[in-house]
């Protein structure tokens, strides 16, 4: 390949990742159309960040299958105390969804394109104040569903397989104020039980 040829490729791929930019993130003004320009002649480092948030967004998606995952089984053993299943579920799922939300909402971007097309003075200072007001909104909610989580789980964790896997998950979605809560019940349980047992043996004694 002659050196011409190979500059046209490579000035060709940095025109569509400074367009990408451009369009995607800023307004044409001339610190934007400069950054753009940079990017045009050094565009494989602006490459190679783009890859590695699709790693880590691929990284997320991993780790949420990991928790769908554990939900399941912890829906399958709940079932076996013979509660009602469906009501179980819809509190864990609810749980679940909305403490994913609330850790995915910072990176919304959701009325990012009307405030760019309105011409707002600072569109990334809004895209960041829709985020922090979405975020605030969604804690709300999350905050509520895990106290409903908590109230299921807690009555449950002398089984242990209950126990274990309401702990997996709420520290998969690394949500440790709810673990501590169940290991908390769950100590309590376990010095009741003793308890009971000396007492027990004391009376099989006398």
Request: net charge positive; hydrophobic share 40%.
């Amino acid at each position: 390949m002659k050196f011409s040829e190979f500059l046209i490729i490579y000035l060709a791929l940095g025109l569509s990742f400074g367009f990408h930019y451009l369009l995607n993130n800023h307004k044409w003004s001339f610190g934007a159309l400069t950054k753009s320009f940079v990017i045009f002649v050094f565009w494989p480092f602006y490459g190679f960040q783009i890859v590695s948030r699709s790693r880590e967004k691929s990284f997320s998606l991993r780790d949420e299958r990991e928790t769908l995952r554990i939900q399941k089984r912890l829906e399958d053993s709940i079932k076996e105390e013979g509660l009602n299943i469906f009501e179980v579920r819809e509190i864990i799922s609810r749980y679940v969804g909305l403490t994913l939300a609330e850790k995915e909402c910072m990176n919304w971007e959701v009325g990012a394109e009307l405030l760019k097309l309105s011409n707002h003075p600072n569109p990334e200072l809004g895209i960041k104040c829709l985020q922090r007001r979405n975020f605030e909104r969604i804690g709300t909610h999350r905050n509520k569903a895990s106290e409903a989580f908590v109230n299921v789980i807690l009555p449950l964790v002398y089984n242990e397989d209950v126990y274990q896997l309401s702990l997996r998950l709420a520290e998969s979605l690394k949500d440790d104020k709810t673990a501590q809560k169940i290991r908390e019940r769950y100590s309590m349980t376990q010095k009741l039980w003793e308890e009971a047992k000396v007492e027990e043996k004391e009376l099989a004694i006398r």
